[in-house]
């Protein structure tokens, strides 16, 4: 595959005014790219988890006013949707590029997985490189550095997602829409793939269950 990474007009999608013209320039911009990297990474995500990923590319479908700020392709082991399980995420803000694992709010995994990540903490610490963020509101821009974490942060984040209903959590990496431009397609699949590889520990756990 030929990818030809990200361009400033992928960016100022998100500056069109507009539900509808801003729909068509996602359309035109964005979405093309977001096919194929969910037609690369599928293959190889189901590799590397050991489960079947299939590729889900936002439609923004139930928006009838406010336009979309963000969009993506999730890859999760289910044909029919993602917001249900564990997932990992490529996408874009106006300000950034976003490579993520993700358990958001509508899993029912989120109490488990709660203890599992805190019976794991001190390995994840390893794990997970100060280069890496968090975010606890897959909606919201904002992140928490990993470099940035005590140990008490994780603790406190891993646990609110299993005492707060609407809570998430996210792992992954976000690149400047500047540092994004200047990145080649070839660069950015081997930093996709990377992330991914450096993430699967996260996707793993999903799938231990601490014994109360």
């Known amino acids: 595959m030929t990818f030809n990474g990200f361009t400033q007009d992928d960016f100022h999608v998100f500056k069109v005014d507009g539900l509808d013209e801003r729909m068509d320039a996602l359309k035109t911009h964005i979405r093309p790219k977001l096919e194929e990297l969910g037609q690369y990474f599928a293959p190889t995500l189901s590799s590397m988890v050991g489960d079947e990923m299939f590729y889900h590319v936002a439609k923004h479908a139930r928006r009838t006013i406010n336009p979309p700020k963000d969009t993506w392709v999730a890859f999760a082991p289910n044909k029919r949707g993602y917001k249900m399980m564990p997932?990992?995420?490529?996408?874009?803000?106006?300000?950034?590029?976003?490579?993520?694992?993700?358990?958001?709010?509508?899993?029912?995994?989120?109490?488990?997985?709660?203890?599992?990540?805190?019976?794991?903490?001190?390995?994840?610490?390893?794990?997970?490189?100060?280069?890496?963020?968090?975010?606890?509101?897959?909606?919201?821009?904002?992140?928490?550095?990993?470099?940035?974490?005590?140990?008490?942060d994780l603790k406190t984040l891993f646990e609110r997602l299993g005492t707060v209903k609407k809570a998430e959590i996210l792992c992954g990496r976000t690149i400047s829409a500047e540092d994004a431009m200047s990145i080649s397609g070839e660069e950015w699949l081997a930093l996709i793939d990377d992330s991914f590889r450096t993430l699967q520990p996260l996707y793993d756990l999903t799938k231990t269950k601490v014994l109360s």
């Open 87 to 152: 997932h990992f995420q490529i996408g874009l803000w106006e300000s950034h590029v976003f490579i993520w694992f993700a358990v958001i709010y509508e899993a029912p995994i989120k109490g488990d997985y709660s203890k599992t990540l805190l019976a794991h903490l001190n390995d994840i610490t390893q794990q997970i490189p100060d280069t890496f963020v968090w975010s606890k509101d897959h909606m919201k821009p904002e992140v928490l550095p990993m470099n940035q974490m005590t140990d008490h």
